[in-house]
Each structure stands twice: as structure tokens, then as C-alpha cells.
């Protein structure tokens, strides 16, 4: 198994610009979710989703756009590049939620708005 | 509101030397409490869970409900222990809280 795996590794983009970031997991997760690392700020919660069609907001969701058409994948779109969205980002997922089941995390992508 | 506090940002710690990351969560209910780890050039994984009450890698930590705490601790560190260490609350609505982390330098 692959685990979690993110594209690309690195982006550079101009404000203004849009891209999708993608996320594909091939543990059959029902959980995925989308984080931002930030220094001095941790991780932080932009989007989660709970299933194949569910998706909600975490901590700072502004500027980001999720959808979850299948189990495997989660993408995350960046619709309009702003300088502030400049992050390493992670993706990570489980089979549920909860203590038993501990979060898989992909090794991110590092992407810098000009 | 943060959620998850951990003060210190940077921990130098000689060799040998016994290790403790705090961590302090904010929370009304059952919590439940992680520490994850990033080492460098590679993926962050989880180290610990407070409701296995295990060892890992020499660390562990206790859950305090009562000073609401869940420090991590290594009597000796080792210069492998050298990461960024995260301290995760999850809310129990599909959320996993992350304090801002601290790294950890084991200083041979």
C-alpha cells in the first residue's frame, strides 16, 4: 500500500491563480481531512470529510474549496491564490474517527503564492 | 480559542538528559489525546494515544483530568528523539485539535 499520497510536492503560484492540490489514499479510509502547518501555528484544520460525499469545514476553511466524489480521493482547491495561503499542506485520513484510530498523514506539499 | 496549549516552542536537551513536552487541553468532555511526531524527512505519525497507556520509543504520558494535562516524558533522550512533537485533542466531532508543537533538539 502507498498510504497517503499527495501531489504535487511543491507549487509556486502568482496571486490570483488556482490550483488543486490532490490527496489519494488506498486504505479504503472513510475519514480524510486537509491540514495546514503553519510556523509557530501548528496544524490546522481546513477541511474534513467523513465519507464518499460529506465534507465540512474545520478551523479555517477560508479560500478553500473540498469535494469527495470517491473513497480514495480528496482533493483541495484553491480557487483565487493569496499570498497568506502561502503553507505546507498535509493530508491525512483513517478508518473512523476517534482514539483507535490514529491519523495517516501524507508527506505534504509545500506550496508558496507570489 | 486554542484548545490545545503547548508553551515552549524549542527544547534543547543534552544527551542522556530526561525529556518533558507539556501539554494542556481545553475541553469539556471525555477527551481524548494524542502525540504525534514529525521527524525530519518524514511523514508525521502517531507516537502515542493516552487510552493504550503505552511506551513508545521510551516515551510516555499520562492523562491528568484534573490540571488537564498530557505531558510527554522520556527519562533519557536520545539523539534519534531529535523532532517536532505534537500534542492533538480530538473533540469528538470528527475533529482533531493540534497544539502549535515544539521542537525537540538532542544535543549530543
Known amino acids: 500500500n502507498a498510504g497517503v499520497t499527495q501531489t504535487p510536492k511543491f507549487q509556486v503560484l502568482k496571486t490570483g491563480q488556482s490550483m488543486t492540490l490532490q490527496c489519494a489514499q488506498d486504505?479504503?479510509?472513510?475519514?480524510m481531512s486537509w491540514y495546514r502547518q503553519d510556523p509557530g501555528m501548528g496544524l490546522r484544520l481546513i477541511h474534513y470529510?467523513?465519507?464518499?460525499?460529506?465534507?465540512d469545514q474545520g478551523e479555517v476553511p477560508n479560500g478553500y474549496n473540498v469535494s469527495r466524489s470517491t473513497t480514495e480521493d480528496f482533493p483541495l482547491r484553491l480557487l483565487s491564490a493569496a499570498p497568506s495561503q502561502t503553507s505546507v499542506y498535509f493530508c491525512?485520513?483513517?478508518?473512523?474517527?476517534?482514539?483507535?484510530?490514529?491519523?495517516?498523514f501524507g508527506d505534504g506539499t509545500r506550496l508558496s503564492i507570489l | 480559542a486554542q484548545r490545545v496549549t503547548q508553551p515552549e516552542k524549542l527544547l534543547s536537551v543534552f544527551k542522556g538528559a530526561p525529556v518533558e513536552l507539556k501539554c494542556n487541553y481545553s475541553?469539556?468532555?471525555?477527551?481524548?489525546l494524542f502525540w504525534y511526531v514529525q521527524y525530519s524527512r518524514q511523514r508525521l505519525q502517531l507516537l502515542l494515544r493516552?487510552?493504550s497507556r503505552e511506551s513508545i520509543k521510551g516515551f510516555t504520558a499520562d492523562l491528568n483530568k484534573g490540571e488537564t494535562s498530557f505531558h510527554l516524558k522520556k527519562p533519557f533522550a536520545q539523539e534519534e528523539d531529535s523532532a517536532m512533537y505534537y500534542c492533538?485533542?480530538?473533540?469528538?466531532?470528527?475533529?482533531?485539535?493540534f497544539g502549535k508543537g515544539n521542537q525537540v533538539v538532542v544535543i549530543p
Open positions: 491525512a485520513s483513517s478508518y473512523g474517527f476517534g482514539s483507535q484510530q490514529p491519523q495517516h
Open positions: 486504505m479504503n479510509h472513510e475519514y
Open positions: 470529510s467523513v465519507g464518499a460525499g460529506i465534507t
Open positions: 475541553y469539556s468532555g471525555s477527551p481524548e
Open positions: 493516552h487510552i
Open positions: 492533538a485533542l480530538s473533540e469528538g466531532n470528527n475533529r482533531l485539535a
